[in-house]
């Protein structure tokens, strides 16, 4: 096969898929030398076109040695490696080279393997001279391999994945965006892909590209379904609807904006004699993947926002918090995904309840409620056109410019950057919280630095696990101080896999 388009109609040919215009159209551009930014409908089938690029790659093609898939969230990281994984051991992936690679999962360092799965930290630290696997070599002072992996990733091709997530960071909106302008000029092959790219949030991404980019909009796909939307008075009222479609014998998502009200909806719920599974950012990686394993098999899911991204499963009815029209169609997108309702359509019932006042901005969110009242559905119309010119960090993506574009810029620079700022991919750094008895990086939990300070100056130094024997100074870049200390985070109260950490 000499081209990607090739190689996109044997997978769909030999294997039984399903022709995706949106992705064939991708592949031609991509292989006539332009960047592209794929909007695509949720339920579309974009992992479709990271299998059709891994076959590419492990036949040497010209356009590039390896895959990079970055995503968003270490959440949906390991669901998406193993689901590769699990298409390469049945053949439909031609290569067993997949590989996965996070702030505390080392499964394809420096990018090595022909697929990697990586999350926006990730990636960016590699990229920008601060590789993860020499983190701590790097902050004592004792050197990098930093030129390793950029090497390999400026001979790769490069997906984005879930690209809207970063509109809510203005460090990760900053960092990804630079990462686009770097890899453009190095003449990297780019995919930038979501369902909820509006307006607003494409024009900054194409200043990026260059005019050499192309908008793909996948069109040729749409579930033809049809979605009952209520809006409701009260939360209570979820709860209770909820309830009741379960023993109707129907899949209910309920989803919450903040994770104490997800895990007091869950304790409701099962309580009135319920089986549901709870789903957030505070698990350990184990019970992470133990529960998205079970996604499918479950007819009652809770969960906050982490279920927006990579979770690919249908339910019947979605009850959901009231949130910005992003995050709302992203929530919606799980339901009537796949398969036949009555009289050959799809259908579905979303129930939006009042917003609580916290994760996100108040008027973006009324301004979606008014404009589900008009519409009475969700979908792309839904979207509403954000204004991203004071949400980028437009000074930190000019310091990663510099630092990517100069031979004489070593990660000693980029390190003064990142303890000047303490992230250069978040607003909210990244701790791990070990439950009692375990040390192992596997049980533990991610918090913030507010999260972790509270914890320390309840306990003491009793709370730090690896050197309990330092005191902490640096409580303006707390992440950093623990690593420059061997301490590799602190003790958290309790844990158990039905409601996650306790702190």
Same mark, same amino acid.
């Given at each position: ?224 379904? $049809? /979605?009952?939307?209520? !809006? ?5 009222? #979820?709860?209770?609807?909820? *309830?009741?479609? +379960?023993? =109707? ?95 050959? $359509? /799809?259908?579905?019932? !979303? ?5 609580? #006042?916290?994760?996100?901005? *108040?008027?973006? +969110?009324? =301004? ?112 950093? *101080? ?22």
């Amino acid at each position: 096969m000499s081209s990607l388009v090739d190689f996109y109609n044997d997978f769909i040919t030999r294997h039984g898929f399903e022709e995706r215009k949106g992705i064939e159209d991708t592949l031609n551009n991509l292989e006539n030398g332009h960047s592209v930014v794929l909007k695509a409908p949720t339920g579309y089938g974009k992992t479709t076109l990271t299998m059709i690029l891994a076959n590419a790659v492990s036949s040497d093609i010209d356009l590039g040695s390896r895959v990079i898939h970055v995503l968003p969230y270490r959440a949906i990281v390991q669901d998406l490696y193993l689901k590769l994984k699990n298409y390469a051991d049945r053949g439909i992936i031609y290569t067993k080279s997949i590989g996965a690679q996070d702030m505390d999962y080392q499964d394809s360092p420096f990018f090595m393997k022909k697929v990697n799965v990586t999350t926006l930290d990730t990636f960016i630290l590699n990229l920008f001279k601060l590789p993860t696997v020499d983190f701590k070599s790097i902050f004592k002072n004792y050197g990098s391999h930093y030129e390793f992996p950029r090497a390999l990733i400026y001979s790769s091709i490069v997906i984005f994945d879930e690209f809207h997530l970063l509109g809510e960071d203005g460090k990760s909106l900053g960092a990804g965006l630079a990462a686009l302008e770097v890899l453009r000029d190095a003449g990297v092959p780019i995919i930038v892909t979501s369902a909820t790219i509006d307006k607003g949030l494409e024009g900054a991404i194409m200043d990026k590209l260059g005019k050499n980019a192309k908008v793909v909009n996948a069109t040729d796909f749409k579930i033809d379904r $049809k /979605l009952y939307v209520n !809006v409701l008075e009260k939360e209570e009222e #979820g709860i209770s609807i909820a *309830e009741g479609k +379960v023993k =109707e014998g129907k899949r209910v998502l309920l989803v919450y904006n903040t994770r104490v009200w997800a895990i007091e909806a869950y304790k409701k719920l099962k309580g009135r004699g319920l089986s549901p599974i709870l789903i957030h950012s505070k698990f350990s990686r184990k019970d992470r993947i133990d529960k998205v394993n079970k996604i499918n098999d479950a007819k009652l899911v809770v969960s906050t926002q982490v279920i927006e991204a990579g979770i690919d499963t249908s339910f019947d009815v979605l009850i959901t918090e009231a949130s910005p029209s992003h995050n709302l169609i992203q929530r919606a997108g799980r339901v009537a995904r796949y398969g036949k309702g009555g009289k050959g $359509k /799809l259908e579905g019932e !979303v129930y939006v309840f009042p917003f609580s #006042g916290k994760v996100y901005d *108040e008027r973006e +969110v009324e =301004e979606t409620l008014e404009r589900v009242r008009e519409l009475k559905t969700i979908d792309e119309n839904l979207l509403i056109e954000r204004d991203y010119t004071d949400v980028i960090d437009s000074m930190l993506a000019r310091d990663l410019s510099v630092i990517d574009n100069s031979v004489f810029v070593d990660s000693k620079r980029v390190k003064s950057l990142y303890e000047e700022i303490c992230s250069i991919t978040r607003n909210a750094s990244i701790i791990l919280g070990f439950p009692p008895n375990s040390n192992d990086v596997n049980d533990a939990i991610p918090l913030t630095e507010e999260e972790a300070i509270k914890i320390i100056e309840s306990k003491g130094s009793s709370a730090l696990v690896g050197n309990g024997n330092v005191k902490l100074y640096n409580r303006r870049c707390l992440q950093l *101080e623990m690593l420059k200390n061997d301490i590799l985070g602190v003790r958290i109260q309790d844990y158990n896999s039905e409601i996650g950490g306790v702190y």
